[in-house]
């Protein structure tokens, strides 16, 4: 028959493996996360870097047309802006749900690893009993033996 300790061997090694998946689930949000927020600063620093251009041109003589067309630029960096914060808005919740769901199949993982120590410690127990059992059963026959082999000694001895 086999022990619960080695039933739940596979167990154990499901619950590992899907906290293994999830923890890098959680990681690949991480580092999309990571990449968006990159991504908008890269966006922010451009668009600085433009609007300081922007005053320069402004300060000269422009023809209408130009300066229309670099504004018109900048409206749509600053949409580009928005959408990638809402990119990070939505990375973030993201990440928050894989964190979640880690830290819930790594619960999941404790309490199986913890519940396989508690079986193979209970083994253990039974084990040490059983063998002091056999100790103390080992033990109860010798000291008969030896109460008979004493007797016997002694009749054998008065009878001579």
């Not at 973030?92 to 769901?101: G, S, T, Y």
């Not at 519940?115 to 000291?143: H, I, K, P």
Request: charged content about 25%; overall charge positive.
């Amino acid at each position: 028959m086999m022990k619960r300790s080695q039933r739940m061997k596979p167990v154990l090694a499901v619950a590992r493996r899907s906290e293994d998946v999830t923890l890098q689930a959680y990681g690949r949000c991480q580092q999309q996360l990571a990449d968006a927020e990159y991504k908008l600063k890269q966006l922010t620093d451009y668009q600085q870097e433009y609007s300081a251009g922007l005053h320069v041109v402004s300060s000269r003589l422009v023809d209408l047309a130009q300066l229309q067309a670099r504004r018109h630029f900048m409206t749509k960096l600053q949409s580009a802006i928005a959408a990638q914060q809402m990119e990070i808005t939505r990375c973030q919740q993201m990440v928050a749900q894989a964190r979640l769901a880690w830290l819930k199949t790594r619960g999941h993982s404790q309490s199986m690893s913890k519940l396989s120590d508690r079986y193979q410690q209970e083994e253990g127990q039974l084990r040490d009993r059983q063998a002091q059992r056999q100790s103390d059963e080992l033990a109860g026959q010798r000291f008969t033996w030896q109460r008979q082999a004493d007797q016997d000694d002694w009749t054998t001895g008065v009878a001579s």
